[in-house]
């Protein structure tokens, strides 16, 4: 318990998730680089197609994203993206969730992905079955699921929300007098739950990237570097949350670094997001918080597996190929569609 809310976690045991070993990638000769990313843009602009890399995708699949006029972004902006492009072609470099929500918001375009084996450990975590039984144990909660889960466990929601949208909505709720069952990240629902004095019914999930950050080796750091900043993602483990100077989305964290003072900053989030913050702020010391300590397995060394399994290669050759297409069922994704705009619907009314 932290300021006065009562953390109550599902009573539920969710399956352990086999978490893949770091892709051993090719390193490309420049030439063949070059020449790669060339033949990616013509097939781009042959197949009418638009690239949507996430920033914990490899710094060569963002910066292709927006040389080609796509998009890189969190998973809020990614999903805005595709409903606003006239591409007939999304191609998502990013895991199978966030291909799933493209392929909702925009069922008539053909949505691909360079590894369609890239899921998310907060997806694995949350099998329909389990999460929907468990809904229907509790039929007068409302029921809130992040970004990060199946096409199924939207379709069983009431909304669904990112990082950077879920304080406002969860406030919202709240006001309306609403009970809410949170999933399936427990690190961000608790700091949710904190942040908003509402108690909630949490999944038991959590993302393997952020559980790795340690708390006492990110102490440590901090003695070493006492003038940098610590940002750090709410799914991270409580103890490094209260460290951070600054907590919030990936997006947040990218402002955070572009706007403060500060020369140096102990990031706690995936490494991948340092290739945006590096474009933005090319004067700051980014250092990435400790995933080694006490306790440490380094099942992640701050870099999603998952994420990693795009690549050039893989994103040419489903271009050629066709390969790599997300399908959802027409009658699940009109369900699924519907609390995912409602989220984008409400932060609309936030820019008003």
């Known amino acids: 318990m932290k300021n006065g809310v009562r953390e109550v976690l599902a009573e539920v045991t969710i399956p352990q998730v086999k978490i893949p070993a770091h892709p051993v990638k090719?390193?490309?000769?420049?030439?063949?680089t070059e020449a790669l990313k060339e033949r990616i843009k013509t097939m781009l602009q042959e197949k009418n197609a638009a690239l949507v890399a996430h920033y914990y995708t490899e710094g060569v699949l963002q910066d292709l994203a927006e040389e080609t006029g796509g998009c890189v972004a969190d998973s809020l902006e990614m999903?805005?993206?595709?409903?606003?492009?006239?591409?007939?072609?999304?191609?998502?470099?990013?895991?199978?969730f966030m291909g799933e929500t493209s392929k909702?918001?925009?069922?008539?375009?053909?949505?691909?992905?360079?590894?369609?084996?890239?899921?998310?450990?907060?997806d694995e975590n949350c099998p329909i079955d389990l999460f929907s039984d468990f809904c229907d144990q509790h039929p007068d909660h409302t029921v809130v699921v992040y970004a990060n889960t199946s096409a199924e466990v939207k379709a069983r929601s009431h909304w669904v929300v990112t990082s950077g949208i879920a304080l406002p909505v969860?406030?919202?709720?709240?006001?309306k007098g609403e009970k809410i069952l949170w999933g399936p990240d427990r690190h961000l629902g608790r700091y949710v739950q904190q942040q908003t004095g509402i108690e909630m019914i949490?999944?038991?999930?959590?993302?393997?990237?952020?559980?790795?950050?340690?708390?006492?080796?990110?102490?440590?750091?901090?003695?070493?570097?006492?003038?940098?900043?610590v940002l750090v993602?709410?799914?991270?483990?409580?103890?490094?949350?209260?460290?951070?100077?600054v907590v919030g989305s990936t997006t947040a964290l990218i402002q955070a670094v572009q706007n403060m003072a500060n020369k140096e900053f102990i990031v706690a989030t995936d490494a991948g997001i340092f290739n945006k913050m590096r474009q933005l702020s090319p004067d700051k010391v980014l250092l990435s918080a400790?995933?080694?300590?006490?306790?440490?397995?380094?099942?992640?060394?701050?870099?999603?597996?998952?994420?990693?399994?795009n690549s050039l290669e893989k994103l040419a050759h489903v271009l050629e190929t066709g390969e790599g297409e997300i399908q959802v069922a027409p009658g699940l994704a009109a369900q699924a569609k519907i609390p995912i705009e409602r989220m984008l619907a409400f932060a609309e009314t936030l820019k008003k």
């Not at 492009?85 to 895991?95: D, F, K, W, Y």
């Not at 909702?104 to 907060?122: G, H, Q, W, Y």
């Not at 969860?170 to 006001?175: N, Q, R, S, T, V």
């Not at 400790?290 to 994420?307: F, I, K, N, Q, V």
């Open 26 to 32: 090719r390193v490309l000769p420049a030439a063949e």
């Open 79 to 96: 999903a805005r993206f595709g409903t606003q492009h006239p591409a007939e072609t999304l191609v998502v470099a990013g895991v199978r």
């Open 104 to 122: 909702i918001l925009n069922i008539e375009k053909r949505v691909l992905m360079p590894d369609l084996a890239a899921t998310c450990s907060l």
């Open 170 to 175: 969860i406030k919202h709720l709240a006001d």
């Open 202 to 229: 949490l999944w038991p999930g959590s993302c393997v990237v952020h559980e790795e950050f340690k708390a006492d080796a990110l102490r440590t750091m901090r003695s070493l570097h006492p003038k940098a900043a």
């Open 233 to 245: 993602h709410p799914e991270s483990p409580q103890e490094v949350v209260d460290q951070a100077d």
């Open 290 to 309: 400790p995933t080694g300590g006490d306790g440490a397995t380094c099942e992640s060394c701050a870099r999603c597996p998952w994420m990693e399994m």
